[in-house]
């Protein structure tokens, strides 16, 4: 596929972890931007947040537990 050059601006904290970012992931800032709007295109990252967020509301009792100390039943730790 052909590639195109695109310009943005962005703050300069913003460009720095976007490069940390890629590096990170073995990527050039170009592959990862491209992965980032691919994802949020795709409804990828949307979908992955809303389970997060499922997920909390539906635990959220043992995350108050362990924040307080309180025991917790046998099995059960939080996370």
Do not use: N
Not at 21 to 30: I, N, P, Y
Not at 31 to 59: I, K, M, N
């Amino acid at each position: 596929m052909a590639k195109t050059q695109l310009g943005a601006r962005v703050d300069e904290d913003v460009a720095e972890l976007a490069r940390k970012r890629a590096a990170d992931l073995g990527l050039s800032v170009g592959d990862y931007l491209a992965r980032l709007v691919q994802d949020d295109a795709s409804g990828l990252r949307t979908r992955a947040v809303d389970a997060a967020a499922r997920f909390l509301a539906e635990h959220q009792g043992v995350f108050d537990e362990a924040e307080q100390g309180g025991s917790m039943s046998g099995g059960e730790r939080a996370a």
